[in-house]
């Protein structure tokens, strides 16, 4: 299995910023794709952005401009740099991998246990 564990979240006033991490462990032979996605209080999970195994991002327009996605493939992790942060960014962040564990075995998503970023004065 893959275990995907984000830090870096919490409590930044509007205009300020934040760098999530997000690093993968476990039984992994390869990941594809790598991306954050984000959930508010009484919405559905969104994307926010992802990441290719060949570093091509992709971003929801609503952070375009604003935030950065990398990724190191050595280490298995991926970076969110959130800057110029709103109030409407407020959200649990989830971090999600696109992997599988053998090279015969099946691709699966799999996500993080999520982590608090909330932006207020």
């Given at each position: 299995q893959v275990q995907l564990v984000e830090s870096g979240g919490g409590?930044?006033?509007?205009?300020?910023?934040?760098r999530l991490s997000c690093?993968?462990?476990?039984?992994?032979?390869?990941?594809?794709e790598m991306g954050w996605y984000r959930q508010a209080p009484g919405k559905?999970?969104?994307?926010?952005?992802?990441?290719?195994?060949?570093?091509?991002?992709?971003?929801?327009d609503s952070v375009?401009?604003?935030f950065t996605i990398s990724r190191d493939n050595a280490k298995n992790t991926v970076y969110l740099q959130m800057n110029?942060?709103?109030?409407?960014?407020?959200?649990?962040?989830?971090c999600n991998a696109f992997a599988r564990v053998s090279g015969l075995g099946s691709w699966k998503y799999y996500w993080g246990q999520g982590t608090q970023v909330t932006v207020s004065s």
């Open positions: 409590l930044v006033q509007p205009g300020g910023s934040l690093a993968a462990s476990g039984s992994i032979f390869s990941i594809n559905q999970r969104e994307l926010v952005a992802t990441i290719t195994s060949g570093r091509s991002p992709n971003y929801a375009k401009g604003r110029s942060l709103k109030p409407e960014d407020t959200a649990v962040y989830y």
